[in-house]
């Protein structure tokens, strides 16, 4: 299971749509009593520091639930002034807006995982919550994604599903054609599709894809294979999904082929990189602005694949179309 929710902040009166909101989505997850009354605490402390420290700001929500594991990524974007000394701002009592200044402090006791990156242009502050499992536990790559509909829509014509066996994680981004229903359900084909034939290569998964979207508008889609292990990674694109691999400084586009799955699809063909141990993959549909630049964040490629895409989020999304970017990280 995968789904987000993205809830603008706007005012204090925000941040309990943004806590509502949140709550349904770990009822979907099947969160504990006491965890979700743990990530309600952690929503409101983090929507409430965007409103009053920033003015505004979004607050995007994403459940995880695969293996034994299930996840809720709460990430509260702003384009404030940035926090000015972090050390001091984890501390109980200290705050520079008049408030009782307990809020970070909260967060990080309630989240397992609280990455905060900061600076002038704003703040992204992801604080994961996980019902069962350890996330350090796990091994090979480590995931994050956001994929939310057009303003006005309720169902998501992006979708992203994923599947790892051992060190191995194989990834779908797909954008149904247009928004609204008839492309949430495009995606939905195929994502269930990629998990029927998960244990295939990424072009075979393709293939499937294609056929199984013949009943349905259309969509496009890219397929990666990442092996940490074995140092590569093998990807696979048909229509308009950027994929790119960032690696010792320097970024290298993947190729996508023209055609819209369930109706034409001239060419399928695999292309293998390099997969170092510092690389990360980025992949978003084009609800998401392609001229963005890590280097433009310094110490951004650090973060976890969740904040990179928080961020992308924040400073690329296109606001007339769905919106998602997944982002896979070497190891956990």
Request: aromatic residues 6%; glycine residues 12%; neutral net charge.
């Amino acid at each position: 299971m995968f789904s987000s929710v993205c809830v603008p902040l706007t005012d204090l009166s925000s941040v309990g749509e943004a806590r509502r909101a949140g709550l349904r989505l770990s009822a979907a997850l099947g969160f504990s009593e006491v965890k979700s009354g743990e990530l309600g605490i952690i929503i409101t402390e983090a929507a409430r520091n965007a409103v009053v420290h920033a003015g505004s700001g979004q607050m995007v929500m994403s459940a995880f639930s695969y293996d034994h594991e299930r996840r809720m990524d709460v990430l509260a974007l702003d384009k404030g002034h940035g926090i000015q000394d972090l050390s001091r701002a984890m501390q109980d009592g200290f705050s520079t807006a008049g408030t009782p200044g307990s809020g970070l402090g909260a967060i990080q006791r309630l989240a397992s995982r609280l990455d905060l990156f900061s600076t002038s242009q704003g703040t992204a502050l992801l604080a994961q919550v996980i019902e069962s499992g350890s996330p350090s536990a796990k091994q090979g790559p480590a995931l994050g994604g956001i994929a939310v509909p057009v303003l006005g829509e309720t169902l998501c014509g992006d979708g992203l599903a994923w599947s790892q066996k051992g060190d191995v994680m194989k990834v779908i981004l797909v954008d149904g054609l247009g928004h609204g229903i008839d492309a949430a359900a495009a995606a939905d084909e195929a994502k269930k599709t990629f998990h029927q034939y998960s244990q295939y290569g990424p072009a075979e998964i393709m293939a499937r894809v294609h056929d199984a979207l013949k009943k349905t508008r259309g969509a496009a889609a890219a397929i990666a294979e990442v092996r940490p292990l074995a140092g590569r990674l093998t990807y696979v694109g048909i229509g308009n999904i950027s994929g790119s691999v960032l690696s010792d400084g320097r970024c290298r586009n993947l190729v996508s082929h023209n055609g819209t799955l369930g109706h034409v699809m001239a060419r399928l063909q695999e292309f293998t990189v390099e997969w170092p141990n510092d690389a990360i993959l980025i992949m978003h549909s084009d609800g998401i602005q392609s001229r963005w630049d890590l280097m433009q964040y310094p110490g951004l490629m650090a973060r976890s694949p969740a904040s990179i895409a928080g961020i992308l989020f924040r400073d690329f999304r296109r606001q007339r179309d769905d919106s998602s970017v997944v982002v896979v990280k070497g190891q956990n």
